[in-house]
């Protein structure tokens, strides 16, 4: 289950949407992520979901791959699911059973909802995964330059959002080693109540916290090897530069925003 998350990780490539500049990638996602809740009917969704599988396709990364991210979040998409399914009483009922109801809105609003969390985890992963620690960093920093005429560190800002998107996978590695390592001698993590699993976590919560602060420990000291100041007279090995593959990457959201906006005015 902890290797299945791919937040945060990176899937090298040379296709379109790997050398977007990142603050085209960051900027874009944010379109996407409006765009998932401006829909109102399933025909948005299956424009927005050709989209995601086209970008899907064009950067080679096994679509098994991505769906797998999914698994461990699957339990709350499905939560979410039901609260909405069984708990919105307003509409047409077609069951009821003490204070479970099922309606048409109800069912709207769960389909809906499920709907935008694949999509909203989906496209988020597409971004750290075709987008390098380093190329991030200096995306998000760029886009925050402006905050730093009123003081915001956003060079700082975007060094810790980074770090923290890039140690991810690296916590989940170590957290998987001791898990591993705690069952081969002899812990039970699945047997028991609620109560029990909680009391069988500390073994891996412990060592996990304790690694954690080792690898800042290190890193903050490699930084400072470096002799690591801020952003102040930093120089950059690639420097930020937008190009056409950007305008064509912008020109492919306008038609989705067009095409998703066709289908809530034309479709009801």
Request: glycine fraction near 8%; charged fraction near 15%.
């Amino acid at each position: 289950m902890v290797s299945d998350i791919i937040l945060g990780q990176y899937f090298p490539g040379a296709s379109f949407i790997h050398r977007l500049d990142p603050r085209s990638k960051i900027l874009m996602i944010i379109a996407y992520i409006a765009a998932i809740f401006i829909i109102n009917n399933l025909f948005g969704y299956i424009v927005l979901g050709a989209f995601l599988l086209i970008s899907i396709m064009n950067t080679k990364i096994p679509a098994k791959f991505m769906l797998r991210g999914l698994k461990p979040v699957m339990f709350f998409i499905v939560l979410t699911g039901a609260f909405n399914l069984f708990l919105t009483t307003t509409g047409k009922v077609y069951w009821h059973w003490s204070f479970l109801t099922v309606t048409d809105e109800g069912i709207n609003n769960a389909v809906f909802m499920i709907l935008r969390l694949f999509f909203l985890i989906m496209g988020t992963s597409l971004l750290t995964l075709t987008t390098s620690p380093i190329m991030l960093t200096d995306g998000i920093e760029r886009l925050l330059s402006p905050f730093g005429k009123i003081g915001i560190p956003h060079h700082e800002i975007a060094m810790m959002m980074s770090i923290a998107l890039r140690f991810i996978p690296t916590l989940l590695e170590e957290t998987d080693k001791i898990i591993k390592a705690q069952t081969a001698r002899g812990a039970d993590f699945e047997s028991g109540n609620i109560l029990r699993r909680v009391k069988a976590m500390v073994p891996i919560l412990i060592p996990l916290f304790i690694s954690a602060f080792r690898r800042a420990d290190e890193l903050a000291t490699a930084m400072e090897c470096r002799c690591y100041k801020g952003g102040k007279g930093r120089t950059r090995l690639k420097v930020l530069k937008m190009g056409a593959i950007d305008l064509f990457g912008w020109i492919f959201i306008v038609v989705l925003f067009a095409g998703i906006i066709a289908c809530n005015i034309f479709i009801v």
